[in-house]
């Protein structure tokens, strides 16, 4: 089933991108291993998923422990609140973390990161929905923290991460995922990194496509992919 699942995917993926002209080969799919055992994990990477993320530190260092042994070529992230005392765990395991949404966060990422002499790839997450329940830093302070964190030594930015809020149609998630892409853009121009911030992580399960068409690169997917 699952990889019935991602082979669907993949072709929806392909078909919008065939129709707004982009590369389905430039959109990253992560799968979201949030509750799922360690089996249906090895199915997906088997099926050809080369990026999985989990929302919990203890889930993930127990999964990517037995992953480890098993020589898969995986890329891991963090997709989940991450807490300050969980970071020193974070910078071990994570390829990208995604929901850096504080300076103070960003601080600490940095000084573990700079224990183990790595640099840490992080997105910053931002909260472009009104729901007091969601993460992130609000779309205003945004520009000022990136200029803080782009001064870490041991952190790279490597773009913006949102979750749009639960809507009963896909259609009614794409302002918050322009708003982030609109973002973005006022980033690049005017040149608060001297880099650009390439990856935009925004669309799941119920509402990928409609964040691939505001420019999304990188969508996360759950149920799309573990379950039927």
Known sequence: MIKENILRVKEQI?????????DPNS?????????RTLEQIKEAI??????????RIQEALVKYNQLGTANYKLRTHMVGHLQT?????????????????????????DEQAARIHKIQD???????????????????ETIEVIKKIAGFK???????????????????????????????????????TSYELRILSMGMTDDFEAAIEEGSNMVRLGRAIFEG
Do not use: W
């Open 122 to 140: 992080v997105l910053i997450e931002v909260k472009t929905s009104p729901e007091a329940s969601k993460s992130g830093l609000k779309p205003e």
């Open 154 to 192: 041991n952190i790279n930015i490597k773009g913006l991460m949102t979750i749009a809020p639960l809507v009963d149609a896909p259609e009614k998630a794409r302002p918050y995922f322009k708003k982030l892409r609109e973002l973005r853009d006022e980033i690049y121009e005017l040149r608060v």
């Open 46 to 55: 088997e099926a050809g998923i080369t990026d999985i993320g989990e929302n």
């Open 27 to 35: 959109i990253t799919i992560v799968a979201v291993g949030k509750g």
């Open 14 to 22: 392909s078909l919008l991108c065939s129709r707004i002209n982009r």
């Open 85 to 109: 005392n969980k970071v020193k765990d974070a910078v071990k395991i994570f390829d990208l973390i995604q929901s850096v949404d504080s300076a103070h966060l960003a601080e600490e990422i």
